[in-house]
């Protein structure tokens, strides 16, 4: 696809509102994290820009880690439930966590990984997202930073792709229909 078509409704965030806001979340973690340093784990693919821009905002000694996960065709979209793919490597025992994820909607997902990293027996987890979509949430994570709330659409780029295409444009764009 290409994401210079008519496909594209609008611009919903641009880079600089994007830098903006991910510079503001990176003084709030390094300001509410002082103290204790946490490890921040990425959710791959999809978070892979907003991790790497917002890890290199906190100016704290962190430890930085990645998890994958795939989907289970005809579960994941009804349940949450998903395969770890990549696990983390750091132990997180007695650590407290900050999970990054690109855009979190119902928050299956989420609460699913949660419960994985859950128990390797951290200190706490909290969640850092660019997109929340509060409207569509059918579990209670612990969303403790937010780059915007969204509402329902067909959203590509800064790591939000459409078919693997559009993750490395550096604004997110609402498109007119699905893909």
Do not use: C, H
């Not at 900050?98 to 200190?123: C, F, Q, W």
Request: hydrophobic residues 40%.
């Amino acid at each position: 696809m290409d994401f210079q078509n008519d496909n594209i409704k609008r611009i919903l965030f641009s880079e600089e509102q994007i830098n903006e806001r991910i510079t503001e979340l990176g003084r709030q973690i390094t300001t509410d994290y002082k103290d204790d340093a946490p490890v921040v784990i990425g959710v791959i693919k999809g978070a892979l820009y907003f991790f790497s821009d917002l890890t290199r905002r906190i100016d704290l000694p962190i430890d930085i880690d990645l998890i994958g996960f795939g989907n289970i065709p005809d579960t994941t979209r009804n349940t949450g439930v998903v395969k770890i793919t990549k696990d983390i490597d750091v132990d997180i025992t007695g650590r407290r966590v900050i999970i990054v994820e690109d855009v979190i909607r119902t928050g299956l997902t989420t609460a699913y990984l949660i419960s994985n990293l859950e128990s390797k027996k951290p200190r706490d987890i909290a969640v850092a997202t660019m997109l929340f979509n509060p409207d569509r949430l059918l579990l209670p994570v612990p969303v403790k930073y937010t780059g915007f709330e969204i509402s329902d659409g067909w959203l590509a780029g800064y790591g939000l792709d459409v078919r693997e295409k559009g993750r490395n444009i550096p604004y997110i764009a609402e498109l007119r229909s699905k893909p």
